[in-house]
């Protein structure tokens, strides 16, 4: 146990006489009674490992009377599943969040390529509605003084490659002009994809 003692002696040689004065600490450890309360799912082996373990820790005196008590009862885990659980659906709404947070630049380029693409077949059916009023007959025919040079020239305009044809730098340069001389012509192709809606 804890027995502190404390030897204190004075010598003074003009007498022969040494005094002691002992100083003891106040209590001691009569006797250490110890309970370890083990989870049935705890195997023997480890059981007594740990019965011999804590009984080192606290200072086991068979000699003085101490005793240790072990016992292995279901403890309830309803508290650690519980935990489990709700850390399973943060994990599980974490990468969800993950995955919604790499798709949408996608989403958003795929989008706008979609709306870039409509807004090109758009502005192409317009140039070709200006040329042709009717089956063959070309605007400027109406506008009086028609020579056959602008019949061929509907013709060599139709005979263009489509959209999907040229090249998409090509399409990005002649949509920014168009946006940048007639921006009201723009504006009414996505007035008329609205109303096709």
Do not use: C, H
Not at 18 to 41: H, Y
């Amino acid at each position: 146990g804890t027995n502190y003692s404390r030897t204190e002696s004075t010598s003074n040689y003009e007498v022969d006489k040494v005094v002691t004065v002992e100083t003891e600490a106040p209590g001691r450890v009569e006797r250490l009674s110890v309970s370890l309360l083990l989870d049935d799912t705890v195997t023997e082996e480890q059981a007594a490992s740990l019965q011999e373990s804590v009984a080192a820790a606290v200072g086991i005196d068979v000699d003085r009377g101490d005793q240790m008590v072990l016992t292995r009862v279901p403890f309830d885990r309803t508290a650690i599943d519980e935990a489990n659980a709700a850390f399973a659906a943060q994990a599980s709404s974490d990468q969800l969040f993950g995955y919604v947070r790499m798709a949408l630049p996608v989403l958003m380029l795929l989008v706008g390529f979609i709306f870039f693409r409509l807004l090109v077949r758009s502005v192409n059916k317009r140039a070709v509605r200006a040329f042709d009023l009717g089956p063959g007959q070309p605007a400027l025919a109406y506008a009086g003084g028609a020579t056959p040079e602008v019949g061929e020239a509907v013709s060599a305009i139709r005979a263009l490659p489509q959209p999907e044809e040229v090249r998409r730098s090509d399409l990005e340069v002649s949509i920014e002009k168009m946006a940048r001389n007639n921006p009201e012509s723009i504006s009414e192709v996505v007035q008329a994809w609205l109303r096709e809606d």
